[in-house]
């Protein structure tokens, strides 16, 4: 392993008012969730206030599992961002930026994450291809179409 950066970058349109996608995006996250995670989690939970986590699991809406993350930065359904260890290998800090703007159509979603540290190049792919699926995924659940 080598010491290394990522940056990804997703944006994905979604026929759906702002405010419908802010309220999908942080209340309603067990029916979008998609990580890389090695624990194989597709549940979680967020405290949607700056100083608020991202908790990965649970199982059922229970509270409890790993802290993924910490919010450090928030603008109500416009702006969400998180710094932490993000199911990430020892070493490697992650950061994630979640952007909405509204369009004339709907809204504009980008999701920007970023990671520095010692990881494997493999699993830099996988978290590429990783938030392509969970922008996409956030999108269809929105749109009313299966997750």
């Known amino acids: 392993m080598t010491r290394t950066c990522?940056?990804?970058?997703?944006?994905?349109?979604?026929?759906?008012?702002?405010?419908?996608?802010?309220?999908?995006?942080?209340?309603?996250?067990?029916?979008?969730?998609?990580?890389v995670s090695r624990r194989g989690s597709h549940e979680a939970s967020l405290d949607a206030f700056v100083g608020g986590q991202l908790l990965e699991g649970g199982g059922s809406g229970r509270r409890g599992?790993?802290?993924?993350?910490?919010?450090?930065?928030?603008?109500?359904?416009?702006?969400?961002?998180?710094?932490?260890?993000?199911?990430?290998?020892?070493?490697?800090r992650g950061f994630l930026e979640v952007d909405l703007d509204g369009t004339a159509s709907g809204t504009s979603l980008r999701i920007t994450h970023r990671a520095s540290g010692p990881w494997e190049a493999t699993r830099w792919a996988l978290a590429t291809s990783g938030w392509a699926?969970?922008?996409?995924?956030?999108?269809?659940v929105v749109e009313g179409r299966p997750a």
């Open 6 to 35: 990522l940056q990804v970058s997703h944006e994905v349109h979604i026929d759906a008012p702002v405010r419908h996608v802010w309220r999908t995006l942080t209340e309603d996250l067990t029916t979008w969730w998609h990580t």
């Open 133 to 140: 699926l969970t922008a996409g995924t956030l999108r269809d």
């Open 65 to 92: 599992g790993p802290v993924w993350g910490t919010v450090t930065g928030l603008c109500e359904t416009r702006y969400l961002e998180m710094c932490g260890r993000m199911d990430l290998p020892a070493g490697v």
